[in-house]
């Protein structure tokens, strides 16, 4: 069954460190998302991405954040200059058509900002 | 914006019992209500899903309902089994999967 595969599974990092994690949507989908999952709380959306722009981006994705898809493949979050309130789970997730509505999510990227 | 509030924070049931998960949404415009399933180190993955042009759902031993002009849903879940212990989220969102707002999230415990 295809799916969603991010790394790396943990990262850990100084603050003020800049930070790239990755993911590989599923192979024929269109519509790209991270969400980010503070430790027992909620799982928040940050942004959107759909045809190599952004679609959607909450309140939380500032400037600190930037996304790409860098190749045909790939899709990537960095947070620049960490900060201790960065240190979460981050999901990637896509959709084959946003018609459809099921989100499919990789395992996530534990980040630890020390 | 939308708010999606879910209750019980914590259910503990015993197996082969029912559990019931309830949310609320505040945004009228919300057509699509999935329910994700989380275990421990794991992702979100979807259970079941309704949209707004249906009122109930079953698959299998899972079944959502959703009263739109009271703006609720809920999760139910029959003949529970150690396996379903997890956390489950709700989630609204206004056009099919784009930003989707989670609830908080019921940790879920069935004891054998």
Known sequence: EPEVTQTPSHQVTQMGQEVILRCVPISNHLYFYWYRQILGQKVEFLVSFYNNEISEKSEIFDDQFSVERPDGSNFTLKIRSTKLEDSAMYFCASSGNSNTGELFFGEGSRLTVL | ?112
Request: glycine residues 8%; charged residues 20%; negative net charge.
């Open chain 2, 1 to 112: 914006g939308e708010n999606v509030e879910q209750h019980p924070s914590t259910l503990s049931v015993q197996e082969g019992d029912s559990a019931v998960i309830k949310c609320t949404y505040s945004d009228s415009a919300s057509n699509y209500f999935p329910w994700y399933k989380q275990e421990l180190g794991k992702g979100p993955q979807l259970i079941i899903d309704i949209r707004s042009n249906v009122g109930e759902k079953k698959d299998q031993r899972i079944a959502v309902t959703l009263n739109k002009t009271a703006k609720h849903f809920s999760l139910h879940i029959t003949e529970t089994q150690p396996e379903d212990s997890a956390v489950y989220f709700c989630a609204a969102s206004y056009n099919y999967g784009q930003n989707f707002v989670f609830g908080p999230g019921t940790r879920l415990s069935v004891l054998p």
